[in-house]
């Protein structure tokens, strides 16, 4: 095989994870790496000099592939789009970058005649996106979900044993899945961006990542969880890429939260750390993809796959437009919440005094929703708390359902009202 020279910028996990891999491949040579600093210990050292100066790799003409595993925003993006300008392809992991700068990226990869290749971006080391844009070309995407963060299916499988939030997360964090700083994962940051990947490549479209709808687990008790199993149902923070929305609605339908998952259901038995996505295309039907999605080896997998991928077409002519999935030039927004229909789980607390089932009853039942289940537990004090079930309901009108019983007097505190799964 023709050798292809690399240049990499970052070496933490992934990036050792890389240089591993690499060292089975001896055609894809790695000439250089930018750090951020020299001083770390570093528990694999790549065999080429490492360096703090990024333009030494995007200003090497003999570089012709750019590794990105450093991840962030800024300055990535930046580095990014003078390494294209510089005509090298790029194969990155950095879906926060594709997500808020996708389109200026492709457009600019496009007018340089290079490739972007992004398949660690999403699901580590699940081949999701070359399943999407390569396996499944035939077909019209018609929705994208599951379960695509291990950090916080981690935290919340651990919690079904009766842990805390903030005990599950301390663990993720001691393990080392969750970051210091868990926002990205436990808010749903890291999701939408995937979903705006995902969009772009099943659509055609990025959605702009800040008109999705976010939801995150950090309102989600063991109460919640144990609640949740009595039922016969998971919690997972699902995210959902849809086209049209599923009640045929215009637009998108591109949203993270927390869901309630039939035990029967293929999501519920994903555990752990792992990822698990259901893809629907017309002709195929449903496919499920079940793997790591995250980790050293496993996002190394998808960052030397596609260098492979890369290195074997390198010499082709115009080989780029081949790999790279047609998306629009302009970002799309998700739609807004409102019109979802799905069933709900609510968990209430309840003064517990003569009438309120029935005034309970009353509000929701003027919000056009309807009880499927209803149980009260623990009545022996001054409060209960009431779990209902409900039929589907538009988000809109359980938003305003949520906001009449808040104001009443009966209400000690909304517990939490969680989405039930329902087919995208
Ligand atoms: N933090 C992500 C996760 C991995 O936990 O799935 C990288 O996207």
Avoid at 157 to 163: A, L, Q
């Amino acid at each position: 095989m023709a050798r292809v020279v690399l240049g990499m910028l970052g070496l933490g996990t992934v990036g050792t994870g890389v240089v591993e891999l690499l060292a089975r491949h001896r055609h894809l040579t790695l000439k250089k790496v930018a750090v951020k600093s020299l001083d770390k210990d570093r528990s694999a050292m790549p065999n080429c000099p490492l360096t703090t100066d990024v333009d030494e790799i995007i200003n090497d003409a003999e570089i012709e592939v750019l590794v990105e595993v450093m991840g962030g925003e800024n300055p990535t993006v930046g580095y990014l789009e003078r390494a294209i300008k510089k005509r090298k392809h790029i194969v990155t992991a950095n879906k926060e970058v594709l997500a808020k700068h996708g389109p200026r990226l492709f457009a600019l990869a496009k007018e340089h005649g290079v490739a972007i290749f992004f398949e660690a971006s999403v699901a580590g080391g699940v081949p999701l996106l070359s399943t999407i844009h390569k396996g499944l070309e035939a077909n019209e995407i018609e929705s994208i979900m599951g379960i695509l963060n291990g950090t916080t299916n981690f935290i919340l499988s651990n919690m079904e044993t009766g842990k805390s939030y903030a005990d599950a997360l301390k663990e993720a964090q001691d393990l080392g899945f969750a970051e210091d700083d868990p926002t990205a994962d436990v808010d749903g940051f890291d999701v939408a961006y995937k979903l705006s990947v995902l969009s772009a490549l099943g659509f055609g479209y990025f959605v702009r990542p800040d008109t999705i709808y976010k939801e995150g687990i950090r309102n989600i008790t063991e109460e919640d969880m144990a609640l949740a199993k009595e039922f016969g149902y998971r919690i997972k923070l699902l995210g959902t890429a849809a086209k049209g929305g599923s009640n045929g609605n215009q637009g998108f339908d591109v949203r993270v939260h927390p869901t309630l998952v039939p035990v029967t259901h293929p999501l519920a038995s994903v555990s752990g750390a792992n990822n698990g996505i259901l893809v629907r295309g017309h002709a195929v039907g449903q496919l499920t993809l079940i793997g790591p999605g995250a980790g050293k080896l496993p996002t190394a997998s998808a960052v030397v796959g596609d260098l492979m991928n890369l290195a074997g077409a390198l010499k082709l002519p115009d080989f780029a437009s081949y790999f790279q999935p047609t998306i629009e030039a302009s970002p799309a927004s998700a739609a807004p919440p409102d019109h979802w229909k799905c069933p709900f789980y609510l968990r209430l607390v309840v003064k517990d005094t003569p009438g309120v089932i029935g005034k309970l009853g009353t509000i929701f039942g003027a919000h056009n929703i309807s009880i499927a289940t209803i149980i009260q537990r623990g009545a022996e004090g001054r409060e209960a708390t009431v779990v209902i079930l409900t039929h589907d309901v538009l988000g809109k009108d359980m938003n305003s359902a949520l906001a009449e019983l808040k104001k009443c007097d009966f209400l000690s505190s909304l517990g939490n009202a969680i989405r039930i799964f329902r087919s995208a």
